[in-house]
């Protein structure tokens, strides 16, 4: 019997701590009102707070092993040794790079501008210099005249940017991931 307690006790663990997951995905299709100023600011959802404590911890795993590397694979090859540590710093490089692009990016929008800041970058761009939304190497990526950034389509408003992009004629790829979300219906009761 204690087999049987053990494993319904780990599927019970498992179930609470993924409902709360599910419920942030669903609720990140319900539309957000504007602020005071028009704007609608997307805000990251309890997923998207996983994802990023997850890049985060990745990054800085991959780069101390990277950089410890050289100092346990001395009776190895060098370059082993320095290949090891190239790979493992680029990929620390490639999770942090994803942790302050996208996660810690701060997107609003309105009919008619839209705006994205990170730590090290800030583009407002009118939607008609938007040139395309498509999936990129981290999830969406919007497209401008002054460059690109990541969004994830997990985001509380994302579903209302693809729409006023779409009302605005941007182009978007063609994706199961880019297209209109059923639960979201611009016109159902607003929640915040």
Not at 114 to 130: C, G, H, Q
Request: overall charge positive; proline content about 5%; aromatic content about 18%.
């Amino acid at each position: 019997m204690s087999e049987w307690f053990a494993l319904l006790l780990i599927l019970a663990l498992v179930a609470a701590v993924l409902r709360p997951l599910f419920w942030s995905l669903h609720r990140a299709t319900y539309p957000l009102d504007p602020d005071p100023n028009g704007w609608i600011v997307t805000r990251r959802s309890i997923f998207d707070h996983v994802i990023g404590f997850i890049q985060f911890g990745f990054a800085l795993v991959w780069i101390f092993f990277g950089l410890a590397a050289p100092l346990y694979l001395e009776e190895s090859a060098p370059a082993i040794s320095y290949t090891m540590l190239a790979i493992m710093l680029v990929m620390g490089i490639l999770f942090l790079h994803a942790f302050f692009f996208a996660y810690l990016s701060r997107i609003r929008f309105n009919d008619e501008k839209l705006e994205y800041k990170s730590v090290f970058r800030n583009i407002s761009v009118f939607w008609n210099e938007v040139t395309e939304i498509r999936m990129g190497m981290n999830g969406p990526s919007i497209r401008t005249i002054y460059g690109a950034f990541s969004i994830s389509n997990t985001r509380r408003g994302f579903y209302q940017l693809l729409d006023t992009a779409r009302k605005n004629s941007v182009l978007i790829q063609k994706s199961p991931y880019l297209k209109p979300h059923d639960a979201y219906w611009p016109y159902r009761k607003k929640t915040k």
